[in-house]
């Protein structure tokens, strides 16, 4: 893919309400991310002829993307539903800029929304989990459920490089005075370290306020020919850059516990866009847990081997550092449906190189990395996006 650098853009992005979302179906919020994100483009559905979708918990559809087409109006020479997990939607963007560019449709709407808040109770959404994650044979048995997998990986990376849970927190709280600017956001309410190591224990070494919030909502962008992009209604934001990496599906066949293939992925999209982790002017990490932050920090070359924490606690990762991080507030505080959540990261790094982050602001932002991964670390997607080619 490295001849599609700059070819391709983002036309138009747009979320629908986040947080419990009451009398809005995860159809419905799909549907109406997607009318927003092609309006924010200047289009309608009948100037879309792809459609790239993540399939929903709450509402699944076997033909899903032939599903929110149809409710659109939209009539797709290319359709895709997508399945990797959280990195799902990321991955998507550049096999939308392939099939653009090798002439399968000229436009793709890439959309997704759940409703993870409202349509399961708790326990429901424990069973869901478990049957999500974990080897039937080899993990399920011993009693695995999702925030003890990722636990392998925050610990096996504090113990080889000496993170603290302090260290961690910080990326709680950083996410937390984000998502207070954002007026979308689900939860806006300042925290603090304390708050954070004071949290209820979920799964050694992470507490409550380590985790993802449980959410509804959706989100959607429309992708198109950097050509046709120039003469849509909003500044284009270039896809520069992308790259994949498959590690391993099940925890107990992880090569590494204190690294990710968010190495290899991130190597392959600075390469394709020609630039460094110096270059980037913020970035969105997935961050279904605060000790992923800092492992992707590392992997993706943002700082050393074990100096993610220290990164961290210095403010670098806040508005006014050196690389500010999930200025929406990221899955920890604005926002996490499941699939929609890496969407949500995506849109806002849009919105940043458009400059219409208000309060939140990155000041001149011209480069933006987003970052997600899906299973439990197991697949990972990586794209650099910019305002200019």
């Known amino acids: 893919m490295r001849e599609l650098k700059g070819k391709l853009a983002i036309a138009g992005a747009a979320t629908s309400e986040v ?20 309006i924010d483009a200047g289009l309608s559905a009948a100037d879309v002829d792809g459609v790239i979708t993540a399939n929903s918990w709450s509402e699944p559809h076997y033909y899903h993307a032939e599903w929110i087409a149809e409710y659109l109006g939209a009539r797709p020479r290319y359709c895709w539903t997508a ?43 424990v069973e869901l989990m478990a049957a ?24 096996a990376h504090s113990q080889k490089y000496g993170v603290s849970e302090r260290q961690y927190a910080r990326v709680a709280v950083a996410a937390r005075r984000h998502a207070a600017l954002n007026a979308e956001a689900q939860m806006r309410e300042p925290i603090t370290v304390d708050d954070v190591l004071t949290s209820k224990p979920v799964a050694s070494p992470l507490r409550l306020l380590d985790c993802a919030l449980i959410s509804d909502g959706g989100a959607a962008v429309v992708m198109t020919s950097a050509q046709r992009a120039r003469d849509l209604k909003n500044l284009p934001v270039y896809l520069l850059g992308a790259g994949e990496a498959h590690e391993h599906e099940h925890v107990t066949q992880a090569v590494c516990l204190h690294r990710t293939a968010a190495t290899e992925s991130g190597a392959a999209a600075f390469a394709m866009a020609g630039l460094k982790p110096s270059d980037m002017d913020c970035a969105m990490l997935y961050d279904p847990f605060t ?11 943002f700082c050393a081997r074990g100096e993610g924490g220290a990164f961290v606690e210095d403010g670098q990762i806040e508005l006014g550092g050196s690389l500010p991080v999930n200025t929406h507030g990221g899955l920890l505080s604005f926002a996490h449906p499941g699939n929609p959540g890496a969407l949500f990261h995506i849109v806002e790094a849009v919105r940043q190189l458009r400059g219409e982050c208000g309060e939140r602001q990155v000041r001149k932002a011209s480069t933006a990395l987003v970052h997600a991964e899906g299973g439990i670390m197991s697949t990972h997607a990586t794209v650099i996006l910019g305002n200019a080619k």
């Open 83 to 125: 399945a990797t997990g959280g990195g799902t939607i990321v991955a998507a963007l550049h096999h939308a800029a392939s099939a653009i560019e090798t002439g399968l449709c000229q436009t793709v709407l890439i959309a997704a929304a759940d409703n993870w808040l409202s349509a399961f109770s708790r326990e429901r959404m």
């Open 132 to 155: 999500n994650a974990g080897h039937p044979q080899f993990e399920v048995p011993y009693g695995s459920f999702v925030p003890a997998l990722y636990a392998l990986f925050a610990q």
């Open 291 to 301: 000790f992923a932050v800092v492992m992707f920090l590392e992997d993706l070359g």
């Open 19 to 38: 947080g419990r979302v009451a009398g809005l179906s995860a159809t419905q919020m799909c549907v109406k991310a997607s009318r927003l994100a092609m």
